[in-house]
């Protein structure tokens, strides 16, 4: 497996365009997409374990089913803030410039989460009859 290392994230996209020019466009985008987490993977709070979850919701949700308005850096930006709540770690938004940086605020995140569960719940097997709630 070859392994190239590039300076800068418009070097990345160049080198994306050139990899998926025969490519679908969906699969190009979750290139750029992973370039993206790969640019600010090194930036707190992100870390390996949360860029995989945030990978595996590339290869799996279309980002525009969670905002329709939102460019793609902030939908996985919010998505990463989600991670860090959900792994325990309580971070004020403000406090992280990468998030300041693309403008991710609590309204984002809140719409983000909100469809991302909607995703979810619209995957979910369905079950005939009643659920036994009883213990």
Do not use: Q
Request: proline share 3%.
């Amino acid at each position: 497996m070859l392994v190239v290392c590039m300076g800068s994230y418009s070097e990345r996209i160049r080198s994306l365009e050139w990899r998926y020019r025969n490519s679908s466009k969906s699969e190009w985008r979750r290139g750029e997409y992973k370039a993206f987490i790969d640019k600010v993977k090194d930036k707190p709070p992100l870390n390996d374990s949360i860029a995989r979850r945030v990978e595996w919701l590339i290869n799996n949700v279309n980002l525009k089913d969670l905002h329709k308005t939102a460019g793609y850096e902030s939908i996985l930006l919010a998505l990463v803030y989600y991670m860090c709540r959900e792994d325990g770690r309580n971070l004020p938004l403000d406090r992280y410039s990468v998030f300041k940086e693309y403008g991710v605020d609590e309204k984002l995140v809140i719409t983000v989460v909100s469809n991302l569960l909607r995703w979810y719940r619209s995957r979910e097997p369905t079950c005939r009859g009643h659920a036994n709630m009883t213990g």
